[in-house]
């Protein structure tokens, strides 16, 4: 074992006892929430989005030239990231009638336009 691997084993340790850690004040209800969201985003990776990008991989290798199959795939992965990151914002929490400087910007626009430049950088 390289001393690279060891340390990054002893990291994930640590922040899984502190992640442990942090629960110990939670009632079990709020910890049931936190299992079953859990096993919900397992559920969906394993059901829903492994197989379609495993779909979408085998019909873009027909459908996308060779030289642009990387970059298309990074721009793939970097449009879903964004589009998961921005899932908070969609329907602005927090702006309320009494404070609207809480998520003031038009997130829709900033999201479609940061899709087009990480689509622009594929070709």
């Given at each position: ?17 502190y ?9 079990p ?7 079953l ?6 559920v ?30 990074i ?6 990231v964004?589009?998961?990151?921005a899932v ?10 009494d ?14 336009i940061?899709?087009a ?7």
């Amino acid at each position: 074992m390289t001393a690279v691997r060891a340390l990054l084993m002893a990291a994930g340790v640590a922040l899984a006892a502190y992640g442990a850690l942090l629960l110990v004040d939670d009632p079990p209800a709020v910890l049931m929430r936190i299992v079953l969201w859990a096993a919900a985003g397992v559920v969906l990776h394993d059901v829903v989005f492994a197989p379609v990008c495993a779909a979408l991989g085998f019909a873009g290798r027909r459908l996308v030239p060779a030289g642009w199959r990387a970059p298309a795939a990074i721009a793939a992965l970097c449009s879903v990231v964004l589009a998961l990151v921005a899932v908070p914002v969609y329907d602005k929490p927090g702006m309320r009638p009494d404070n609207m400087t809480v998520l003031d910007r038009n997130y829709v626009a900033g999201f479609w336009i940061a899709l087009a430049v990480i689509w622009a950088c594929v070709p």
